[in-house]
């Protein structure tokens, strides 16, 4: 993954990400994602919460991976 300065110092952690700003962050976020990084992986990398990181990546229009090893009932 490529560090990005991401987020700027000027932007507070949960504030709303708009504009051209959210669609360069939708596009770090699908090259990392696709380059083999987990969700999480990318959402930490960007400082970003699991869920802003996964809606961000579909409104890229990025197919996400299936789950691999999800706990099997009984």
């Known amino acids: 993954m490529t560090a990005v300065p991401w987020p ?3 932007r ?3 504030a709303h ?3 051209p ?3 360069v962050l939708r596009q770090d976020l699908a090259r990392d ?3 083999g990084a ?3 992986a ?3 990398e960007h400082r970003l919460s699991y869920g802003t990181a996964r809606t ?3 409104e890229e229009g990025v197919r996400l991976r299936t789950r691999v090893g999800t706990r099997g009932g009984g």
């Open 8 to 10: 700027s110092p000027a």
């Open 12 to 14: 507070a952690m949960g």
């Open 17 to 19: 990400i708009r504009g």
């Open 21 to 23: 700003d959210r669609v």
């Open 33 to 35: 994602y696709r380059a």
């Open 38 to 40: 987990s969700i999480r």
């Open 42 to 44: 990318v959402a930490a």
């Open 56 to 58: 961000l990546l579909l």
